[in-house]
């Protein structure tokens, strides 16, 4: 039997919602075995992000070489990543084990405006890890972030701006629509030639915590399994609708995504 295997890059989410724990339950979802390297603690919970705790970046290296030298990976996904320091280092892991199949999600800032990136890191972001990434999955903000650009406001803005994000050098660009307006949740999918649009039924919910981390590691999930990256994004807005239509009440304030939705509904 064939194990695909993903690692993923990311902090720690303390409430199970989002970040590395998001990405291992998705993984696990989509039949891939899953790794991980903490860069970061988060105490967090439904009600926000009370505290931060980098992990030092030698010992976010030490995590990728005990995987990559041994257990390998198939796809890897970056999500949250704090610092320029843990960005250069990460990047530098990616070269020397790579090239492999990446999808970089920019993670800056946490649902209830917590800073999971520090600002200065963004150009580390853009010039260091940007240029590796088969697939860069930005938000509506954390494109505008990294264009150093206004609000996008329309399907028609997001296009033109993914666009512009293509010529940092990411193979495919991203763009999720979930931060605009509209009874759609529209994202755009952009290889330099062609666009393509993902559609779904905008969930009137709020109960949307680890939505971003979810899209990126079901993509990497993807991508391990040797999809094409137009199907492997396909299958992860499947995947991620599932799990916000039906989002779970827990804690007191933004509850999680339902990751074991997509199974129920295919069973
Ligand atoms: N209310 C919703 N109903 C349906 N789909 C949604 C909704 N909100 C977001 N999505 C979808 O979820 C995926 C993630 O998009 P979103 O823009 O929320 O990412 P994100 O902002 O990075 O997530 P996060 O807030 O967790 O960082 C996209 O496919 C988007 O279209
Ligand atoms: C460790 C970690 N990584 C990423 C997010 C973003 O997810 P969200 O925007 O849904 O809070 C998060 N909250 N925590």
Known sequence: MTVYKALTIAGSDSGGGAGIQADLK???E???F???AITALTSQNTLGVQAVFPIPPQTVGSQIDSVLSDIGADAIKTGMLFSAEII???AGKLRQYGPLPLVV???MIAKGGAALLQAEAVEALRRELLPLATVLTPNVPEASAILGEPEIRSVEE???AAKRLFAYGPRYIFLK???MDGDEAVDVLYDGTEVRLYRSPRFRTKHTHGTGCTTASAIAAGLAKRLPVPEAVAEAKRFITAAIGSG???GGGIGPTNHAAWRAERS
């Open 34 to 36: 899953g790794t991980s």
């Open 26 to 28: 998705t993984f696990q």
């Open 248 to 250: 779970l009440e827990i």
């Open 158 to 160: 997001a296009v033109e």
């Open 30 to 32: 989509l039949g891939v």
């Open 177 to 179: 629509g979930g931060h």
């Open 105 to 107: 999600d920019p993670v």
């Open 88 to 90: 250069t280092l990460v």
